[in-house]
């Protein structure tokens, strides 16, 4: 019971300063383009932060330990083609989607395709927006579910609750400020993320190499003794099966290539050049460590509880917490694990919102240029109205079809923009009039292939890469541009 009180006034305080960091940003947004994309001002030690603890979120602190911890060594492939996607995405595409969102004074991912590709803007904008909408919303719906779990396991909280919780804990700052708001509340989680990261494996292995009486004595020992499964980087298979799951752990490199909005956006934010290249650095060197620290966490949790010593592989690194640390100490780690499942829904949220309310509605609503404090109130309202509709809908939708589409997420949007992004940005001859049997292609390709059950053969992430490739560049050479 102590522990239940310290990790509850721990999450109570770390919530508050959180959401008071994120009102005092926000009272500084003083137009649509400061909520949507932080007036292109963001430092970029604050970019590169926010998009790490947005596109790492709960799968750092509890997705990849809870794999390692069932796979073993097996593990390090999603590792690998995530570390080597971010790793491309700060190399490679970070800088030039700062400079071009600049060039092209957008406010949004898809505000800036659009403009890129003004041959077929009315298009890109409907469809783009829409689309990212439609799934993130889902996806909004998705990390309620989740704070409400997780609330119930922690205090035993009735997962209604906790989703009102988590949503009200979200909205007041995410709809006071936008993006700026959001970056910043995102920059104290990825510090607690990665500090968890960083001492919990250090701490672990001093822990178990001195208590003779847990199941192994080192992360080695451990995986030895758990089998073949566990201590080899195949799991124990070969052949086709072997080759199979190899492709599809490592195909979610794909999804980073620019094609994330939620990861883009703070490309396109970042102040200057010289941030740019700040933000690369820490972005690629917080990966690196964040990801090593994960798997160690999952293996240092076989150590001490042997491979079956769980029945939710993905409660090891609480259970670790609590094994290594006082109360008060684990609480403060736990607690990050609990946030940083809202960094992704407040930039999921802000997403959504600004790219529905920019694409969508302001056509409608303005005939000529908005008026900033206007524009600002119309980016708020849709905040908070979507905020509330993707609670409604956690209410009643099934929980099982929220997760399937979610799933379609990575594929049909990541892969699918990041073609549009690589082709745009490397590709000359590439036009606006190939952007929208793209997207449509890459979506329908997704739910088809996942709905036939072929994804158990082939990762959807990496044959809706492909094969939305090759439909953007017959569309290219099949249908004719538009003068200039």
């Not at 292109?40 to 979120?57: D, F, H, I, K, M």
């Not at 709960?58 to 390692?68: D, E, H, N, T, V």
């Not at 900033?372 to 905020?387: A, D, F, Q």
Request: charged letters at 15%.
């Amino acid at each position: 019971m102590e522990a239940r009180t310290q990790i509850l006034a721990v999450l109570v305080f770390y919530l508050g300063f959180l959401i008071s960091v994120g009102i005092y940003q926000g009272r500084k947004a003083k137009s649509h383009k400061d909520f949507s994309i932080a007036g292109r001002q963001l430092p970029g030690w604050v970019a590169a932060l926010s998009e790490r603890a947005t596109g790492e979120s709960a799968w750092c602190l509890l997705g990849l330990p809870g794999f390692a911890f069932a796979a073993g060594l097996a593990a390090i492939w999603p590792a690998i083609g995530c570390v080597l996607g971010i790793i491309v995405a700060w190399a490679v595409f970070a800088g030039r989607l700062r400079k071009e969102a600049e060039k092209y004074d957008a406010v949004t991912f898809v505000d800036y395709i659009a403009k890129r590709h003004p041959e077929a803007e009315k298009w890109i904008r409907i469809l783009g927006s829409a689309t990212i909408a439609f799934f993130f919303f889902f996806y909004v719906g998705a990390q309620y579910l989740g704070g409400g779990k997780v609330l119930n396991t922690l205090f035993g909280l009735d997962p209604k609750l906790g989703m009102l919780i988590t949503a009200l804990v979200i909205l007041p700052y995410t709809v006071m400020g936008g993006l700026k708001s959001v970056a910043y509340t995102d920059t104290v989680q990825a510090i607690v993320m990665i500090l968890t990261l960083i001492v919990a494996p250090i701490v672990g292995v001093i822990y178990i190499a001195n208590h003779p009486e847990l199941y192994a004595t080192s992360v080695t020992a451990a995986l030895s003794k758990a089998g073949v499964k566990y201590s080899t980087i195949l799991g124990g298979m070969a052949g086709a099966a072997a080759i199979v799951f190899v492709i599809a752990e490592f195909s979610w490199f794909f999804g980073y290539l620019g094609g994330m909005p939620q990861l883009s956006i703070r490309f396109m934010a970042i102040k200057d050049d010289k941030n740019a290249k700040l933000a690369r650095n820490i972005g690629i060197g917080w990966t690196i460590i964040a990801y090593i620290g994960a798997l160690m966490i999952g293996w240092i949790g076989i150590a001490i509880f042997g491979p079956n010593g769980l029945k939710d592989p993905e409660q090891v690194m609480p259970s670790v917490m609590l094994k290594l640390f006082p109360p008060a100490l684990a609480a403060v780690f736990i607690t990050g694990a609990v946030a940083a499942m809202l960094s992704t829904a407040d930039s999921l949220l802000i997403l959504s919102s600004t790219e529905f309310s920019e694409n969508i509605l302001k056509p409608y609503i303005y005939k000529n240029e908005a008026d900033p404090r206007k524009s600002l109130m119309v980016s708020r309202l849709t905040t908070v109205s979507l905020g509330i509709i993707a609670l409604i809908m956690a209410y009643v939708v099934p929980s099982h079809l929220i997760y399937t589409i979610v799933g379609y997420t990575w594929a049909g949007i990541g892969d699918t923009f990041s073609v549009i992004v690589i082709l745009t940005l490397f590709w000359k001859r590439f036009h606006g009039k190939a952007v929208p049997p793209t997207i449509i292609a890459g979506l329908l390709f997704t739910v088809f292939w996942i709905s036939s059950g072929l994804d158990a053969k082939v990762s959807v992430r990496l044959m809706n890469f492909i094969v939305t490739f090759i439909v953007a560049i017959i569309a290219t050479y099949a249908i004719k541009p538009e003068k200039t």
